[in-house]
């Protein structure tokens, strides 16, 4: 199948007193990216799910909700019921990634597992079979506006050759310092969701850097 590259706007660098009307300006966006931080697994807090729930509410695109919190399994439940069609949550907030994946299913929600830049993939292979989605984060998760760091794309391609040779559906996110210049090293090394939030929000046109990115991903790619 032909290469579709994803674009998820992170709403983290978004006017959050205008939710609505950022996202009307995103048309081209695929999914809608947000962010949850509480302060204690990330140093930095953002919201929960009421505002996802507010999002969700003023888009029909797919809402992927990052869930950047201690004790996943207690909380990924709001998340389903605000509306998220995925929920990625990091595997190290929890001792079982395998239930908190299980528990969106059984909630009819897609599951991603997401790694710090510091944490090793393989022993997390296992895991594959049981996530929709594994989001390798490209910068130390809490705050938008960081720079990439290239050197998590050796996780990233060890992931593509596993998905690969097992012939999963998994897809591949990556989030953190994605723009016009580290997109195609990205897509080149084997993402298939790109996440990007100053890239978007910071541009004059936020909906033509969406469709740049895309461009981006799929000439490297080809
Ligand atoms: C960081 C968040 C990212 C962030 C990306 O902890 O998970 O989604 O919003 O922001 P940029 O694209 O500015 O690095
Ligand atoms: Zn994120």
């Not at 709403?11 to 509480?38: G, T, Y």
């Not at 984060?137 to 794309?153: T, Y």
């Not at 998905?163 to 580290?182: E, M, P």
């Not at 100053?198 to 461009?215: F, H, K, N, Q």
Request: include cysteine; proline fraction near 7%; glycine fraction near 8%.
């Amino acid at each position: 199948m032909s290469y579709q590259p994803l674009i998820a706007p992170s709403i983290l660098s978004a006017d959050f007193a205008r939710l609505d009307r950022e996202i009307e300006r995103i048309p081209a966006a695929d999914w809608i990216h947000v962010d949850v931080m509480d302060g204690h697994f990330v140093p930095n807090l953002s919201f929960g799910a009421p505002v996802a729930k507010a999002v969700g509410k003023v888009t029909d695109k797919p809402m992927d909700c990052h869930l950047m919190i201690e004790d996943p399994a207690r909380w990924v439940g709001d998340y389903v019921d605000a509306g998220a069609a995925s929920v990625t949550f990091h595997v190290e907030a929890t001792d079982d990634p395998k239930v908190v994946a299980d528990l969106l299913h059984s909630r009819g929600c897609r599951a991603g597992i997401s790694l710090k830049p510091g944490t090793p993939v393989e022993p997390y292979l296992d895991l594959l079979e049981h996530v929709d989605m594994v989001l390798v984060m490209s910068v130390e998760p809490g705050f938008g506006g960081q720079s990439f760091m290239p050197e998590v794309l050796d996780k990233v391609r060890a992931l593509r050759a596993e998905i690969d040779q097992r012939g999963l559906d998994v897809l591949i996110q990556i989030d953190g310092g994605i723009d016009s210049h580290t997109i195609g090293d990205a897509a080149s090394a084997g993402c298939d969701v790109f996440v990007a939030g100053s890239a978007v929000y910071g541009a004059p046109d936020p909906d033509a850097m969406i469709e740049t990115l895309r461009a981006g991903a799929a000439a490297a790619r080809a």
